[in-house]
């Protein structure tokens, strides 16, 4: 070691300190974090957008091609018996006479909430409560015509019409717990992705909307603490695998006649409506059933009025249909849209409304993404797709009637659109790839870039002065050695190839999901980089963006390829010379801590350690809508339920496992970490456990996310 003089070590002393750079919390502050734009409500034209102004108190249209304010629809300051300075959202009729807004939002479930709705009458400049109601109110909505709006309190259904300042209560039967009408019980919410099924009709005479029963679903109840003397309980209705679930029907209100009738719709006693929406045409009323296992889609046409159903499409599958799919349904005047996995590939077709395939509309072996929009005037139809790798997604057009596909995304990476309307006249891209923050940008509909909403120089220049580590990308061979998965690594900046490191594999792993994609982020996983540890992430078998085949390998057997190929990908980074094979760990959160438990019982010893949070330990304690979409019930598939679960491989477990729960999660409940942790102790199988109090799937309250990842890095430094 060199000698350091007394002159030049005094004079380091007296040298301020330099602060030490917390990268962990630099991350969690939302240093890396990119900005976003404010959110745009689209105006009925497809030629203005609504917002808010900085402080909430107003909502104030702009055009979207100048970015210009046209007009202020509402302001707090001069609205007429506006009695409140704030609030919290709002919506606007298509005619723009009208604006609610809201305040004293109350979240139910993830997406659900239900708030003081208030309404405003734009000619008048008067704003009033939408109900006397003491009750909050839930997913109001207007009708065409703007003039009525249809909301849900306490799970029945009401309506007002706005010319005559009247209300009327359209169901009575909602009762908490057992009916609800209109809105959706929590596993539609959670895995259909909808809080609302309740619609007008283009001419504004009825009201669609689907009835829940779920007074057979049992209770899951768990307690909560909240730092009280004596801890309460939460409760609700949580239907499990194989148990009973919700009963559903459709019914329709009339309107002028007041009368309710029960649509004809042939469904089993326990199947699914996950949507409803009417065609162009008021007498076709669409409604999308899924049977409880969900490989037969059926597409009906309703008479809101005879009540008489007639199938449209049936679509079946030898494992599931994915329900995304039936939200991609585009109805034009005499024909609809629709994206099918039937040739192996998700791809755009074209059907008659007589159900008479006319077209397929996209080919190719890669995936259809997504459909984005539809201009019937111009007869053009927008979409994503993963045509150019399953890590990247474009963005293109293409005529109903003739002529192919025009891109519209022009740079290499991964291209995401939101259209301002369903008319496809302007369109915010954001494109971003592994090294390059989003940039969103507004385009019109041939692709022509209108102006640079946000380009993210302010965090490019804070990245170029950092020092992050940044993603490989790699291949790596699944464990039937013969597919090629994508992942990536990153590695420490200072890295050394002549060093041994130890590493963490993280993913998710679950169906149709995806981790490695060609897309920028600053994660947690930054901050362990910076401990010398080696990150690594693969996306195995089951993941998006690579055909049916590959998507759907796992059906019925949850757990098996998914832990095989991390086992896999632990083994080809054991054998790369920088990568200390002994020193090996994983970490996984939701379907990723299922993955860890799952991994560490069939890897055979290859992983040290790993970090299951939250995670689901046997299928039969999650919902049953997930759970029987890739597994069916336990009775049609004992085996798979019972090799997919971690508490039958309990005493298999190899490596220092710390377990991690929130014991508020309404998601995958504490029971799972609870029943393991028991299976765990019978099989004489150390391990570390630590619960977050009262916190749910997320744990993102307070001070939660950076003791969170404090522990799992200080626990991989200690166990790697």
């Known amino acids: 070691m060199k000698k350091i003089g007394w002159i030049a070590l005094a004079a380091l002393f007296l040298l301020p300190a330099a602060a030490k750079s917390d990268t962990l919390q630099d991350i969690l502050s939302g240093k890396y974090a ?95 409560r939408l109900t006397e109601h003491p009750s909050k109110q839930m997913i109001p909505t207007f009708s065409p015509d703007g003039k009525m709006v249809a909301y849900v309190i306490d799970n029945n259904i009401y309506l007002t019409k706005f010319d005559f300042d009247t209300e009327s209560q359209v169901t009575k039967d909602g009762v908490q717990d057992s009916i609800i009408n209109g809105a959706t019980d929590w596993v539609y919410e959670e895995e259909f992705g909808t809080t609302r099924l309740m619609e007008f009709s283009p001419d504004n005479s009825q009201l669609a909307f689907v009835r829940t029963d779920e007074s057979a679903v049992r209770e899951f109840s768990f307690q909560t603490y909240n730092e009280e003397l004596y801890p309460g309980f939460y409760r609700f209705k949580y239907p499990k695998p194989g148990q009973a679930n919700s009963k559903v029907e459709c019914r329709v209100f009339d309107i002028a006649s007041r009368v309710t009738r029960i649509m004809e719709v042939p469904l089993d006693e326990d199947g699914y409506i996950p949507r409803i929406a009417f065609t162009q045409d008021e007498s076709q009323l669409a409604v999308m059933t899924l049977n409880r296992d969900q490989n037969r889609f059926d597409l009906y046409f309703v008479n809101p009025r005879s009540k008489v159903a007639r199938l449209v499409l049936r679509e079946e599958n030898k494992s599931y249909v994915d329900s995304e799919w039936l939200n991609s349904i585009h109805f034009l005047k005499n024909q609809f849209v629709y994206i099918s996995e039937r040739n192996g590939y998700s791809h755009l077709y074209l059907y008659g409304l007589s159900g008479t395939l006319q077209k397929q509309l996209t080919t190719g072996n890669f995936d ?24 990247r997604r474009n963005i293109y057009k293409l005529s109903l009637d003739k002529g192919l596909p025009v891109k519209l995304s022009q740079q290499s990476g991964y291209n995401t659109v939101d259209f301002f309307s369903e008319r496809g006249k302007y369109f915010i891209q954001r494109h971003t790839d592994d090294v390059t923050p989003p940039v969103i940008t507004l385009h019109d509909g041939n692709g022509k870039l209108v102006r640079t909403l946000e380009d993210n120089s302010a965090l490019k220049a804070t990245l170029a002065s950092a020092r992050l580590p940044q993603r490989e990308f790699i291949t790596v061979p699944a464990a039937d050695g013969v597919t090629q998965l994508n992942g990536w690594v990153l590695k420490p900046v200072n890295f050394n190839p002549a060093k041994k490191y130890p590493v963490v594999l993280i993913q998710y792993s679950g169906p149709n999901s995806q981790e490695v994609a060609d897309r920028f982020e600053v994660d947690w996983c930054h901050a362990m980089a910076e401990k010398d540890i080696l990150v690594a992430c693969v996306d195995g078998r089951g993941t998006a963006a690579r055909g049916e085949e590959f998507r759907k390998g796992t059906y019925m057997q949850l757990g098996i390829w998914e832990s095989d190929d991390q086992v896999a990908a632990a083994r080809y980074l054991a054998s ?87 014991t508020a999660d309404d998601n995958v409940h504490f029971q799972n970490s609870i029943e393991y942790a028991r299976a765990l102790i019978e099989a004489n199988k150390h391990f570390d456990q630590f619960f977050f109090p009262d916190q749910n799937h997320h744990l993102n309250v307070g001070n939660t996310r950076r003791y969170l990842y404090d522990k799992v890095i200080s626990f991989f430094q200690e166990q790697l």
């Open 34 to 128: 990119p900005r976003g734009v404010k959110a745009m409500v689209s105006s009925a034209d497809g030629l203005h957008y609504y917002q808010t102004d900085p402080a909430r108190t107003a909502v104030i249209k702009y055009s979207i091609a100048t970015g210009n304010v046209v007009d202020t629809l509402f302001s707090t300051r001069t609205a007429r018996n506006c009695t409140f300075d704030t609030f919290e959202g709002f919506m606007v009729s298509d005619d723009e006479f009208r604006v609610l807004v809201y305040r004293d939002r109350e979240r139910i479930y993830r997406r659900s909430f239900k708030a003081d709705y208030y309404y405003y009458d734009v000619r008048r400049n008067y704003v009033r």
């Open 368 to 391: 259809v993404t997504d459909l984005l929009a539809v201009d019937e005037q111009t007869r053009t139809v927008f979409y994503e797709v993963a045509d150019e790798s399953p890590l």
């Open 576 to 662: 790369l010379p920088y990568v200390d094979a002994e020193r090996i760990g994983i970490w996984g959160w939701s379907y990723g801590g299922y993955n860890v438990l799952m991994s560490m019982s069939r890897g055979n010893g290859i992983f040290k350690a790993g970090v299951a949070i939250a995670p689901v330990t046997d299928w039969r304690f999650y919902d049953s809508v997930y759970t029987e979409r890739f597994m069916r019930t336990p009775q049609q598939n004992i085996d798979g339920y019972r090799n997919g679960s971690p508490l039958e491989l309990a005493n298999r477990l190899e490596g220092r496992l710390l377990l991690i729960h929130g």
